[in-house]
């Protein structure tokens, strides 16, 4: 059972390219969701899902796209990427009706040059 | 606007000793709190939890109290490891299972 899994662990970008983060999960759950962490700061919300086909902005959603076309993925896209986006990126997934306890990935590090 | 504020960066504590940690949180329909432990190079775990409804959860060496008049929530670790070495975030679910977290508090046991 490998949980949440995201790809790649790091990644290097120049300003203005464009890149997907993975992300997929196999425990079957419905919410998915996109954060990332600044250094010395929380965690922010850019986007999540509550199922297949459903996706909503979080707090700081521009500047990327997500879809969720099956259970199991939820792909990030950054369109022209910028400096401000270099960050820890985590995926999380956790089980509707649950006690909201979240499953996450070990995270992506993007720095954008 | 943090709505969750963990305005302790790090604290360092003995081996064996209580660690405790707070947090600070300003919208009161905030139903539910979590704690998450944070490893590098990993991402966070949950921890422990509790509801609004509740003052007090327990689960092991890890107690979670809330104070909802003061809307302060504080995790005590006793008695604390080596491996409780790690940055802990306190979240607050904000509907529909977003949650915000604070900025963490990076926890030392000292041997």
């Known amino acids: 059972n490998a949980g949440v899994t995201q790809t790649p662990k790091f990644r290097i970008l120049k300003i203005g390219q464009s890149m997907t983060l993975q992300c997929a999960q196999d425990?079957?759950?419905?919410?998915m969701y996109w954060y990332r962490q600044d250094p010395g700061m929380g965690l922010k919300l850019i986007y999540y899902?509550?199922?297949?086909?459903?996706?909503d902005k979080g707090e700081v959603p521009n500047g990327y796209n997500v879809s969720r076309s099956t259970t199991e993925d939820f792909p990030l896209r950054l369109e022209l990427a910028a400096p401000s986006q270099t960050s820890v990126y985590f995926c999380a997934s956790s089980q509707r009706g649950s006690n909201t306890e979240a499953f996450f990935g070990q995270g992506t590090r993007l720095t954008v040059v | 606007d943090q709505q969750v504020k963990q305005n302790s960066p790090s604290l360092s504590v003995q081996e064996g000793r209580i660690s405790i940690l707070n947090c600070d949180y300003t919208?009161?329909?905030?139903?539910?709190f979590l704690w998450y432990k944070k490893y590098p190079a990993e991402g966070p775990t949950f921890l422990i939890s509790?509801?609004?409804?509740?003052d007090k959860n327990e689960d092991g060496r890890f107690t979670v109290f809330l104070n909802k008049s003061a809307k302060h929530l504080s995790l005590h670790i006793v008695p604390s490891q080596p491996g409780d070495s790690a940055v802990y975030f306190c979240?607050?679910?904000?509907?529909?299972?977003?949650?915000?977290f604070g900025q963490g508090t990076r926890l030392t046991i000292n041997p």
């Open positions: 919208n009161s329909m905030f139903d539910y």
């Open positions: 899902s509550v199922g297949a086909g459903i996706t």
């Open positions: 979240a607050a679910r904000g509907g529909a299972q977003k949650l915000v």
């Open positions: 509790i509801s609004s409804i509740k």
């Open positions: 425990m079957n759950h419905n919410y």
